[in-house]
């Protein structure tokens, strides 16, 4: 037995859930549901080579904010927090598959506009959970 054989993958799937825990699914050529078609978004682990230079990313401009508060020339308001936690869940998005919303396809590169959406908040709850629990695991919360 080898320790590599137990390693975490750097990324997960997560299967789109309603509010009320039933799974999500797309829909087929004739417009009932398809269990073939599940709703699913993909996230990069903590671990995971992506998110270590996000990590690293984000700890430069925090390190910069820190260092104008200091001259007192900053204030965070509560909507650039917000908008910084969006960018981090799209950071952690790996791939999104048969995920509609609003009539359109969504993918890695328009994910956003569903986080955003305060009426799918239960979306970013469920990935921040996942997420969350890992983190748990891997001693970083």
């Known amino acids: ?46 671990q995971s080579e992506a998110m270590r230079q996000y990590d690293n990313k984000i700890h430069r401009k925090t390190l910069k904010a820190v260092n104008k508060r200091n001259s007192g020339k900053i204030n965070t308001s509560l909507e650039e927090v917000r908008e910084e ?9 790996s791939h999104v598959k048969n995920v509609i919303y609003n009539k359109e396809k969504i993918t890695k590169d328009n994910i956003y506009k569903v986080y955003a959406d305060p009426n799918l908040g239960f979306i970013k709850n469920q990935l921040e959970k996942r997420l969350e629990g890992y983190s748990s695991f891997l001693g970083e919360s």
């Open 1 to 46: 037995m080898d320790l590599i054989d137990h390693k975490l993958p750097d990324t997960i799937d997560v299967h789109l859930e309603t509010p009320n825990g039933d799974l999500l699914y797309g829909e087929d050529d004739r417009g009932e549901t398809d269990e073939n078609k599940p709703f699913i978004i993909g996230l990069h682990l903590p």
């Open 85 to 93: 936690n969006l960018e981090r869940l799209v950071a952690y998005t």
